[in-house]
């Protein structure tokens, strides 16, 4: 009895803080919110030479150059990777950075198989990123290319 008590009151929590907004940066308002970033080259700008995601899928198929609009952040809910030429049999860091000091904002890890491959599909703690910076990718060792999938929302 004691058990579902407790359970009970904990989910209550949850559902005043939802209502109270807390959790905004984890859902969108409206779908054209949502947005798909793909990581390219850097070109020169801002990521130190480490590829930058910079070009956005739209809903028709193409790409469009990206950057976060001012006065909202870009809110990263999930992390798409497609690599090789890794060393085999090891676990492989991904590191999510932010311009302009290339300060880490998320790393995730993958298990590189026999032949050198790896490719994760990871949902993630949402992660803000600021108008005015870029998300760089850092994967050293091998040749990789990554989607960042989140949602864009006003600044607090």
Do not use: W
């Amino acid at each position: 009895m004691r058990i579902a008590l407790v359970i009970s009151m904990t989910i209550g929590a949850l559902l005043a803080t939802i209502e109270k907004g807390n959790a905004a940066s984890v859902l969108p308002e409206k779908p054209s919110e949502l947005v798909t970033v793909v990581s390219v080259s850097d070109d020169g700008t801002s990521c130190q030479g480490f590829p930058r995601f910079r070009r956005q899928l739209t809903a028709d198929g193409t790409y469009v150059d990206f950057s976060i609009p001012p006065k909202q952040v870009l809110v990263v809910t999930a992390v798409g990777v497609d690599g090789q030429g890794y060393t085999p049999n090891r676990r492989q860091p991904i590191r999510l950075l932010q311009t302009p000091s290339l300060f880490q904002k998320l790393v995730i890890y993958d298990q590189v198989d026999a032949l050198g491959f790896i490719g994760v599909y990871q949902v993630v703690s949402p992660v803000v990123v600021t108008s005015g910076s870029s998300l760089c990718l850092e994967a050293f060792g091998g040749l990789t290319t990554a989607t960042v999938y989140g949602h864009l929302e006003k600044a607090k």
